[in-house]
């Protein structure tokens, strides 16, 4: 891929930041520059050192950019558009990685700048970290990343993105906003607000002590918790912006909770029985497509828990 000769990385966090690290390790552009709302997250950028400039003025970060990312909650989209809408050059691509998609096309679309290809994205990758130290060049290496392009977006824009995100090490696919929207809301949001529940539960859950819970999590509690020390602002915008989606498949959710509820109220075995085996069938479909580790226990090291 000929590399751009400026991309610009809005949000200096995990995302921002293995985007950078990334497009280094490719040598998919001449000038990376970066941008964070945090002055001291521009300092830590600044001294990592994964971006080539870290300005400390939003539009002089973007001047002259061939592909702008937005990697903020995407709570700050609007705001962060509205800055940079002026800045951007005709024919360059501004671009995102919000975890949602239907609510960016419909905050951020209508300030885009005529001549300049506004091309959602979404890097179905991450960790439970935080912050410009938590990125990493490997962290989109064999994931998925899914572009929502509005209708009649430029084809030659499209296909430049699509390689870039390859060069990043992803493999990609593009659907609409609004199908995105729905299969994260039940692959990715509902697990996360279950988790976030489940280990509030647990914490508020009287007759077990705060000791016993964290000193028997091995047993299952402790994966739920990975997932709910996931970014509470980051989170609380998915949300806010998947709204309806969520709410369908929770309300799907929990009518298949009820069945579940009813079959242990009813001592119903092959229920619990037929549910469990479905499931575990799922899990291995996903290990065979190299989606997760064949490992036990995750791959973690049974001595260092
Ligand atoms: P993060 O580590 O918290 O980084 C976000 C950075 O954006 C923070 O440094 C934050 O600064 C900064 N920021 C906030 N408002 C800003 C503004 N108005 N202008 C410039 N910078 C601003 O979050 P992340 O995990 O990288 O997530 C970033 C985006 O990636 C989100 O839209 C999320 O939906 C998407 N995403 C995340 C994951 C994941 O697993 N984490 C996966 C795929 C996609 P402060 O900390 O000072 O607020």
């Not at 941008?35 to 994964?50: E, L, P, Q, T, Y």
């Not at 819970?213 to 047993?219: E, F, H, N, Q, R």
């Not at 996931?230 to 912006?241: A, C, G, K, Q, Y």
């Not at 009820?258 to 575990?280: H, I, Y």
């Amino acid at each position: 891929m000929e590399a751009f000769s400026k991309i610009v990385i809005i949000g200096l966090g995990l995302i921002g930041s293995s985007i950078a690290h990334a497009a280094r390790r490719g040598k998919l552009a001449k000038e990376i520059a970066g941008f964070d709302i945090s002055a001291d997250v521009r300092a830590r950028a600044a001294k990592i050192g994964f971006c080539d400039t870290v300005p400390d003025d939003i539009a002089a970060a973007v001047k002259g950019a061939r592909l702008v990312i937005l990697c903020t909650p995407v709570g700050a989209y609007k705001s962060v558009a509205t800055a940079i809408a002026p800045h951007l050059a005709k024919g360059a691509i501004l671009s995102d990685v919000g975890s949602v998609k239907g609510a960016v096309v419909r905050d951020v679309g209508p300030l885009v700048p005529p001549g300049v290809h506004f091309i959602p994205a979404h890097p179905i990758a991450g960790t439970e970290f935080s912050g410009p130290e938590a990125g990493f060049a490997s962290l989109f290496d064999g994931r998925w990343t899914i572009l929502t392009p509005l209708p009649g977006a430029d084809a030659g824009a499209v296909a430049r993105l699509r390689g870039f995100w390859e060069c990043l090490g992803s493999q990609v696919d593009e659907m609409e906003s609004g199908h995105h929207d729905l299969v994260l809301a039940i692959t990715s949001h509902l697990p996360h607000l279950i988790a976030y529940n489940i280990v509030g539960t647990a914490h508020d859950l009287e007759a077990v002590t705060q000791g016993e819970v964290i000193k028997y999590s091995a047993s299952g509690f402790r994966d739920f918790t990975r997932i709910a020390a996931s970014d509470p602002t980051m989170w609380r915008d998915v949300f806010l912006n998947n709204r309806d989606a969520v709410l369908e498949v929770l309300g799907r959710f929990n009518e298949d909770l009820a069945r579940l509820q009813q079959a242990v109220r009813d001592g119903d075995g092959d229920v619990l029985f037929d549910t469990f085996s479905r499931t575990r069938a799922i899990r291995k479909a996903i290990i065979e497509i190299g989606q997760e580790s064949p490992a036990p226990n995750f791959g973690r090291d049974q001595k260092k828990p």
